[in-house]
């Protein structure tokens, strides 16, 4: 008998998965818990266009990624902060600011705990800051802090 798996069952296969089961599996163990239905030819081919679909939008997701990537990577960041004389800032910029900056910038959301700024900028001067932006997939941000002139 043909079942489709609902969600991952040890030892049979993953959710979405096409599954040859005996009856009696299927009748006392598979379908009282929801792990999986009877497959149809019609569910089939709709689990199979479902596969698809979802495959084409983890595809666009990273391109989007890598485009996103490739446009913070030629972004250069211009933070003011106040400092003393000795160029040591009153303050931190943390990875909430560089965030925001990049909003300001370039209109993008980057959530700041995907920006690494370890330890937090204490000076004047510039600084490559790293951004995760996925599996496999990370950029650095020119960042230059100067001093606010009030």
Known sequence: MQAILLSEV???????AVVSVARGYMRNYLLPRGLAEEATPAR?????RRE??????????VE????LADLLGRTI?????????D????????SADVAQAIKEARGVDVDRRHITVEPPIRALG?????VDLGPGLATEVKTIVSPLID
């Open 87 to 94: 160029g040591r800032l009153f303050g931190s910029i943390t």
């Open 10 to 16: 040890e030892g049979l296969g993953e959710a979405g």
């Open 77 to 85: 960041l211009t933070l003011k902060a106040k400092a003393g004389d």
């Open 52 to 61: 698809e679909q979802r495959r084409q939008a983890e595809l666009k997701a």
């Open 64 to 67: 989007q990624s890598k485009e």
């Open 44 to 48: 089939i081919a709709e689990v199979r």
């Open 126 to 130: 510039t600084y490559q800051v790293p």
